[in-house]
């Protein structure tokens, strides 16, 4: 099986994109060739089956060529090699523009997303698309009979792997929160939790940690959190770390005490699924993760946009006996592996292109 995979990135040290690599590192043990078309390439490391093409992102091309460079190699990769699937990994833009060819050389294209957002571009790509995958029902909020749900892939094997000096245990107890400092991640909200357990309960043997950065448009949500701690006087209990490289967050989960999640996304946020693959206690607001997380839900679920609740959860982790969350964990953990392990991810994908052909 020949499948070309569309991407926003490739490079295995980014913050965000990341788990590309890994995902086409998968994808390679199970087809023939991949052909893999990027809008931005940087460091891989990846077998001899697979070729990847750059739309030049990474040297600053601009908007019309590499729209030009994405017709002239998707015709070319169309034309002259079998490609038996496109698979689009949150490009619904890139279904769109490759379904006229792609109808002409009758080779199937398939979507995946994972996003609690409907835009008419998503509405469209679902249109023309043969199949889309989706990692949870939240995750693709259009009702059609075309919506497959395969889980999330998490790559057990990079998790456990992990090396970096932030593998070191802290001695106060550290809660992260990871992923891009927007306004829809409602990273105040942990704040202002903090807040109340240091100045109301007197827990001070805490540090948060914010691993990631604003993405462009959201600098100032991110100087207004900076604001906010130091208004408070939390300097001391919060770290703004900025953006890790992919390699290096595992050592995070691993190093932590707590995640939090305070985004509405309304998706299955991948940092939360990682770490409780790290049998790391997690709380979140996010209403996706409800089914998921149900027979913990009074432990592991807050109350959305309400510090006071999330406060007294975090206290109430940190007061868990020990053995008892250990057990939350480890089941946890072994949930994650049944249903959203990165192998088995590939192996239904696959599947799913295998009855297309």
Not at 279 to 288: F, G, H, M, Q, R
Request: net charge positive.
């Amino acid at each position: 099986m020949n499948v070309l995979f569309i991407t926003q990135e490739v490079a295995k040290d980014s913050s965000i994109l990341g788990f590309v690599h890994g995902w086409i590192l998968e994808f390679s043990n199970k087809v023939d060739n991949l052909f893999v078309l990027s809008g931005r390439v940087g460091q891989h490391d990846l077998p001899k089956n697979v070729k990847v093409f750059s739309l030049g992102k990474e040297v600053g091309t601009n908007q019309l060529f590499r729209f030009m460079k994405f017709y002239i190699i998707l015709i070319k990769l169309l034309f002259t090699r079998h490609i038996d699937a496109i698979f689009a990994h949150m490009l619904p833009e890139y279904v769109i523009a490759s379904s006229f060819i792609s109808k002409i050389r009758k080779v199937p294209i398939f979507l995946w997303y994972a996003h609690g957002s409907v835009s008419f571009r998503l509405k469209l790509a679902c249109r023309l698309s043969t199949k889309i995958i989706t990692s949870s029902k939240k995750g693709f909020r259009i009702n059609t009979k075309k919506r497959l749900i395969v889980g999330h892939g998490i790559n057990f094997k990079r998790l456990s792997n992990f090396s970096g000096k932030n593998g070191t245990k802290s001695k106060k107890i550290r809660i992260i929160s990871v992923g891009r400092i927007s306004p829809i991640k409602n990273k105040e909200i942990l704040i202002k939790a903090v807040e109340i357990l240091v100045k109301k309960h007197s827990l001070t043997n805490i540090e948060v940690l914010f691993i990631g950065s604003a993405p462009r448009g959201a600098s100032k949500y991110e100087s207004k959190l900076k604001k906010m701690v130091s208004d408070l006087k939390l300097n001391d209990y919060f770290r703004f770390i900025g953006d890790v490289s992919h390699e290096e967050i595992p050592s995070y989960f691993q190093s932590c005490d707590l995640k939090v999640n305070t985004s509405l996304t309304g998706s299955m946020d991948k940092t939360v699924l990682e770490a409780i693959a790290c049998e790391k206690p997690v709380l979140t607001c996010n209403e996706a993760f409800f089914e998921f997380l149900k027979d913990y839900s009074h432990i592991l679920i807050f109350n959305k946009r309400n510090p006071q609740d999330l406060a007294q959860k975090i206290k109430d982790i940190i007061q868990l006996d020990e053995t008892e969350k250990k057990k939350i964990c480890r089941q946890l953990r072994k949930k994650v592996e049944e249903e959203h392990n990165l192998k088995n991810l590939v192996t239904k994908v696959i599947n799913i292109f295998e009855d297309y052909r």
